[in-house]
């Protein structure tokens, strides 16, 4: 290449690559982001189905959000349509064929060998968490009242006694469990804990009784609004006990095991 013509490209060269520069530095005016849409879609709990099988889900007796600002509507949304709808449909897959189809699930739970894993988490789950559900109202009247009331004071020494060991049982509950308000037949109250899916029906875990109220103490349950400050999801859950339904399943407890009366 002559020089002239070196001279001449390496400028045109220099030019391009100034050009190209330049126009990197171009101002664009880059429109701004439409504002964010921020409702948030909720599913309804009616319209979770599960798979076929002899156990369905019990509705939900109130919507996804109805127990805010205490039980957040994501984490119920999450723990009725994902975690429930999951034990039942395993619960409905495993007992498929066997004579289990045609037990309650209480019969189930009571004959339950525990070495049979699969069934005591699944049966477990599907049992421990409709209590669970029906154990909370958004029209908690706060403390029970009538023959529960009383027999919290007889058991318990007070209210605020009862609520210390409840709410002491579900702290000290190690990793994922439940806490849970028993009664034996005679209504005498206790408060025990369970770990992982087990409850009180179930034979040799060293508690027994009948379960009136059920506290589901696994991270799912309060994790996404209390992170790891499980107490103060057991505080907002006394908000919202459904004291009704709690007394029912008492009255139920004891007159189921009243002795038949001997006729004269
Ligand atoms: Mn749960």
Redesign the pocket.
Known sequence: MKPSLRILTCFITTLLITSCNEKKLIEVQVPLPEEEVTTIQMGNPDDVIANEGAFKMIPLPYSYDALEPYIDAKTMEV?YSK??LGYTNKLNEIITGTDLEKMTIEEILKSLDLENVTLRNNAGGYYN?NL?WSSMSSKSTGEPTGSLNTAIKNDFGSFSGFKNQLTETANKQFGSGWAWVITDKNGKLSIVGTANQDNPLMPNLGVSGTPILAL?V?E??YYLKYQNKRNNYIESFFKVINWKSVQKRYDEAIKKELPVQQVQ
Do not use: R
């Open positions: 723990h975690h429930h968490h669970y589901d696994w799912h349950a």
